[in-house]
């Protein structure tokens, strides 16, 4: 079973308006926590906010935000006022384990489209 | 502040030749060290990652192979490569304190 599920392979928002991404998961730890990368067509891999499974507020990060379901197991991001330049691949991750056993799985992403 | 290098930047290959991909890290000592492998229209697969020098702990079995010779270098090799193993990959150092992976800029291979 997929640890990070990304149901959404593609998405189009019209420039101003927000977006969400949805992101579910899987994990049977009690702490663990959920981040969100943007990958440009450039190919760099750009952290843009972390949510800890302990954290009882939503994380947010400028005109990024968290909306964080613990009992639904979704981490789902939103991008509030899109912007030309917030066009690029979106993909969630989860931290499991520490130490040597630290793992960080990735889901396969999101293609995300601002149209002008 | 962390910074991480990968070389080379791009890389084309025929098929069975060698692979060696580097990965050095400044601004920090005995960091975790992760090679990541993202092929087309695919998410990213944890290849391998080290806790140290000499330590290293595959995730899938492959056609590659890592070494860590030295504290802050990370070394992705092949003997004979593949079809397969064209992608772009990633070398990642885990940053603190939210245990946040830091990505280096890639080398795309591209195998022939």
């Known amino acids: 079973a997929q640890k990070i599920t990304q149901t959404q392979p593609g998405m189009f928002v019209q420039e101003k308006e927000a977006v969400t991404l949805d992101c579910t998961y899987d994990?049977?730890?009690?702490?663990?926590?959920l981040f969100w990368y943007k990958q440009p067509s450039s190919g760099e891999m750009i952290f843009l906010i972390y949510q800890g499974s302990y954290d009882e507020q939503n994380a947010t990060e400028g005109r990024y935000s968290l909306n964080f379901q613990k009992a639904r197991k979704s981490a789902n991001l939103v991008i509030s006022a899109s912007q030309l330049g917030d066009s690029a691949m979106y993909f969630c991750?989860?931290?499991?384990?520490?130490?040597?056993?630290?793992?960080?799985?990735f889901g396969k992403g999101t293609l995300l489209t601002v149209n002008p | 502040s962390q910074t991480i290098h990968q070389w080379p930047a791009t890389l084309v290959q025929p098929v069975g030749s060698p692979l060696s991909l580097e990965c050095t890290v400044e601004?920090?000592?005995?960091?975790?060290l992760y090679w990541y492998r993202q092929a087309a229209g695919r998410g990213l697969q944890l290849l391998f990652y080290?806790?140290?020098?000499?330590?290293i702990s595959s995730e899938v079995p492959q056609n590659l192979s890592a070494s860590r010779p030295q504290d802050r270098q990370f070394i992705l090799s092949s003997k004979k490569l593949l079809l397969s193993d064209s992608g772009f990959y990633l070398c990642v150092y885990r940053g603190t304190p939210y245990n946040e992976q830091f990505f280096g800029p890639g080398t795309r291979l591209t195998v022939l």
């Open positions: 080290s806790v140290g020098i000499g330590q």
């Open positions: 601004g920090t000592s005995n960091p975790n």
């Open positions: 991750a989860m931290r499991e384990g520490g130490g040597s056993n630290y793992k960080l799985t």
């Open positions: 994990t049977s730890d009690q702490s663990y926590g």
